[in-house]
């Protein structure tokens, strides 16, 4: 079993829809969790982390993690166009492992007018 | 905002030729890394490196693999005997505190593209 799993997609919305992008994970020490968003031909940038469980908001986009079910969640609310990008979740352990981050596929998400 | 920079934004090579890739991290960051993504795949990591030495590697990451700091400022990532296969984008990323912390997230640069033929 792969240590992070992402849908590739494509995930096709409307303008003004709400996502859910998610992933799943095998190692239950990982305790940070991060999302990434990647436009074409560029490097990652980091959107939004949280430690632990629990949910996170900031702006149209709000962070959820389920650490008993090893399962994180992104939402974007009122999705526009320039939303359209790769969202990669990432995750890494905090003291006692790793911190390097492991990242998921991506999810490829087209957001048109 | 401050941002990592990295050059050549394309590499093309032939088959068994030596690379180096440039980096050119954050000022004030102290920890500094290579991941590669291979098109339609992960990013994968491939080094750390902090004090001047390596601090973590991957599997993909062997002998044909070296990094190095050469001066104060450069971040390089060296590619030997070069295989179809390596083709990817390289990206460097930089931290001021070690692999990801509550408060210092890894900045990515927009990476190379290594083509090998």
């Known amino acids: 079993q792969k240590e992070v799993e992402q849908d590739p997609g494509p995930l096709s919305v409307p303008e003004g829809a709400i996502v859910s992008l998610n992933c799943t994970y095998s190692?239950?020490?990982?305790?940070?969790f991060m999302w990434y968003r990647q436009y074409s031909r560029k490097g990652p940038e980091l959107l939004m982390y949280t430690y632990s469980s629990g949910n996170k908001e900031d702006g149209r986009f709000t962070a959820q993690v389920d650490k008993s079910s090893k399962y994180i969640s992104l939402f974007i609310r009122d999705s526009q166009p320039s939303d359209s990008a790769t969202y990669l979740c990432a995750m890494s352990q905090s003291s006692g492992g790793s911190y390097i981050p492991t990242f998921g596929r991506g999810t490829s998400l087209i957001v048109h007018p | 905002e401050p941002e990592v920079t990295q050059t050549p934004s394309h590499q093309v090579t032939q088959m068994g030729q030596e690379v180096i890739l440039r980096c050119v991290p954050i000022?004030?960051?102290?920890?500094f890394y290579w991941y590669r993504q291979i098109l339609g795949q992960k990013v994968e990591f491939l080094v750390s490196?902090?004090?001047?030495?390596?601090?973590?590697k991957s599997e993909i990451f062997d002998d044909q693999f070296s990094v190095e700091r050469p001066d104060g400022s450069n971040f390089t990532l060296k590619i030997r005997s070069t295989k179809l296969e390596d083709s990817a984008m390289y990206f460097c990323a930089s931290s001021e505190a070690q692999g990801f912390s509550y408060n210092s997230p890894l900045h990515f640069g927009n990476g190379t593209r290594l083509t090998v033929t």
């Open positions: 190692n239950s020490a990982f305790q940070y």
């Open positions: 490196f902090y004090n001047n030495e390596i601090s973590e």
């Open positions: 000022s004030n960051h102290l920890y």
